[in-house]
T-cell receptor
Framework: EAGVVQSPRYKIIEKKQPVAFWCNPI?????LYWYRQNLGQGPELLIR????????DSQLPKDRFSAERLKGVDSTLKIQPAELGDSAVYLC???????????FGPGTRLTVL | AQTVTQSQPEMSVQEAETVTLSCTYD???????LFWYKQPPSRQMILVIR??????QNATENRFSVNFQKAAKSFSLKISDSQLGDAAMYFC??????????????FGKGTLLTVNP
């Protein structure tokens, strides 16, 4: 069974530039999560989807961050414009249902210069 | 809000020896789940072990076991017969069982485990 796929693995951009991350969850998983992991910290939830509906986006900085999950499968997380403080690892996870185990992808390491 | 504290930023152990990683948490809830995740340099978080708060028996998965002390709000991970492949960051995490936005995982800051040959 294929795991959670994320791309790109690494991204380096200049501040004020836009950036997008893509996540393909495990087939059949209805719940999808985006986490941000700052250096030396544990992951923090940005947004949770149940199918195509964002049911918890309270931690998503909505002035510059946006996310979508069209058709309830793949998801994209976008930052526009990026700031220096956005440098972090962005992790995607999925689960069958919200109370089930979360399976994580390898993450995207973003560096903003 | 729930908080998770890992007081050991780094730990080291000799191969084949036993090591214990500490975790404490703060919550007013009575029903919740606790987890230990492993994050190797590849960055992929891997679930090591899970404990339901309503279960008195400590969870065990092969060489990994926990010491869950609900009254003390303590949840330590014991790794027996440590192997070189156990070297990684270990995160303790909490998740409410009450639903809604409480389903999110709250992580500690992690403990970096080094295994010496």
């Amino acid at each position: 069974e294929a795991g959670v796929v994320q791309s790109p693995r690494y991204k380096i951009i200049e501040k004020k530039q836009p950036v997008a991350f893509w996540c393909n969850p495990i087939s059949g998983h209805n719940t999808l999560y985006w986490y941000r992991q700052n250096l030396g910290q544990g992951p923090e939830l940005l947004i949770r989807y149940e199918n195509e509906e964002a049911v918890d986006d309270s931690q998503l900085p909505k002035d510059r961050f946006s996310a979508e999950r069209l058709k309830g499968v793949d998801s994209t997380l976008k930052i526009q414009p990026a700031e220096l403080g956005d440098s972090a690892v962005y992790l995607c996870a999925s689960g069958v249902r919200v109370w089930d185990e979360q399976f994580f992808g390898p993450g995207t390491r973003l560096t903003v210069l | 809000a729930q908080t998770v504290t890992q007081s050991q930023p780094e730990m080291s152990v000799q191969e084949a020896e036993t090591v214990t990683l500490s975790c404490t948490y703060d919550t007013s809830e009575s029903d919740y789940y606790l987890f230990w995740y492993k994050q190797p340099p590849s960055r992929q978080m891997i679930l090591v072990i899970r404990q339901e708060a309503y279960k008195q028996q400590n969870a065990t998965e092969n060489r990994f076991s926990v010491n869950f002390q609900k009254a003390a709000k303590s949840f330590s991970l014991k790794i027996s017969d440590s192997q070189l492949g156990d070297a990684a960051m270990y995160f303790c995490a909490y998740r409410s069982a009450s639903g809604g936005s409480n389903y999110k995982l709250t992580f500690g800051k992690g403990t970096l485990l080094t295994v010496n040959p």
